[in-house]
């Protein structure tokens, strides 16, 4: 399923019939636009990007740039089918995920991104990367200007909040810092990858960072209450919800990357190898 998202953007659903579908992106432009992220690897889900962007391009030229937002299949794996499709397309990434793309994908990624990169689009309009490590250690937003449209990735979400993956290079103080340069961006719609626009961002960024921030808030008075032990501070934040296992497994890591970020900003001392903390 297509939808223009906005002007000159065209949102392909990956799965209509789920509310939180992930969405590869199409900006559209005179030399061919540029596609963010590729989609899951597997031949079907390539093939549906793959001909929903050439029936609706007709005769004119095909993508010329591909940027992925992350190192997860999901949104890197199709670049290879994409690749092949459409001959002289490039493939961009942030430089802190393109081993782990390579090394999943094959040798596909072009350009390393750094961040302050820019890409031209047509009547005045350019795509800016910006660096967003924390989710992973490569992620990766984008902006189309001056239209204000941001691509966030799995960066923010347009429903819940993102995990902070430790295995990943994930880092839950540069995830903070990475929300606050996205909110610096003062854009008009935030495109995730998953689930529908959101058509406040302000509003949206601000509360993942109280959310950030009053859970270290949460873990901190866990810390000055004798609450020590990663699985005790789990328990006592998550333990009334009742979460399936993974989410449970994932709230443990949450803790712990929380509880990194506020070592390093001198508030609390990791004690037992990682299992519990004390204040400073």
């Given at each position: 399923m297509t939808t223009e998202v906005a002007p000159g953007v065209v949102g392909i659903t990956l799965r209509p019939d789920d509310d939180d579908s992930p969405h590869v992106y199409w900006v559209r432009?005179?030399?061919?636009?540029?596609l963010i992220d590729a989609g899951h690897g597997e031949v079907d889900v390539s093939r549906r990007v793959i001909d929903a962007?050439?029936?609706?391009?007709?005769?004119?030229p095909a993508?010329?740039?591909?940027?992925?937002?992350?190192?997860?299949?999901?949104h890197s794996g199709g670049s290879a089918a994409l690749r092949e499709a459409f001959s002289g397309i490039t493939v961009h990434a942030g430089?802190?995920?393109?081993?782990a793309i390579n090394e999943s994908v094959g040798e596909v990624v072009d350009v390393p991104l750094t961040g302050g990169e820019t890409f031209d689009i047509s009547n005045n309009k350019t795509i800016l990367a910006i660096a967003t490590p924390g989710h992973v250690g490569g992620s990766m937003c984008y902006l189309l200007q001056p239209d204000g449209v941001l691509f966030s990735g799995d960066c923010v979400l347009s429903r819940g909040t993102t995990a902070v993956h430790l295995d990943q290079g994930g880092d839950m103080a540069a995830?903070?810092?990475s929300l606050q340069k996205l909110a610096d961006q003062n854009a008009n719609l935030l495109l995730s990858f998953h689930g529908p626009p959101v058509t406040d961002p302000a509003a949206k960024l601000s509360e993942l960072i109280e959310h950030r921030n009053s859970r270290?808030?949460?873990?901190?008075?866990?810390?000055?209450d004798g609450v020590t032990e990663v699985d005790e501070i789990r328990e006592r934040l998550y333990g009334a919800a009742n979460l399936?296992?993974?989410r449970w497994n994932a709230a443990r890591e949450q803790i712990i990357a929380h509880l990194i970020?506020?070592?390093g900003e001198g508030l609390a001392v990791e004690v037992d190898a990682g299992n519990s903390y004390r204040l400073t």
């Open positions: 432009g005179e030399n061919g636009g540029v962007v050439n029936e609706l391009r007709g005769d004119d993508p010329a740039v591909l940027l992925i937002t992350d190192r997860f299949d999901e430089a802190g995920d393109v081993d995830y903070v810092v270290d808030q949460s873990i901190l008075e866990c810390l000055r399936e296992e993974w970020k506020l070592t």
